[in-house]
């Protein structure tokens, strides 16, 4: 995980839940998939000044989408 704000890690870890959630993988496996894809460091943090102001389904659908784009089981 890159340097960011306290917000920005929250957000992430938030993020991170909601996708095991939905995916039903445990949480470190979530992790890192999105680690080991750069989704969470390339997308989800890069991009949170606009991604924090959507809806957690909206972002879990989209988040699951880019996953699967980049070659990711989930």
């Known amino acids: 995980m890159t340097q960011c704000t306290v917000d920005e890690k929250d957000f992430g870890v938030f993020l991170i839940h909601r996708l095991a959630e939905r995916w039903g ?3 470190p496996e979530t992790y ?8 969470l460091d390339g997308y989800i943090l890069k991009c949170y000044d606009t991604l924090h102001t959507l ?3 909206y972002l879990v659908d989209d988040l699951t989408e880019y996953a699967r784009e980049k070659g990711a089981t989930v």
């Open 55 to 57: 809806g957690t389904e």
């Open 25 to 27: 993988k445990p949480v």
């Open 32 to 39: 890192l998939i999105l680690n080991n894809t750069d989704i």
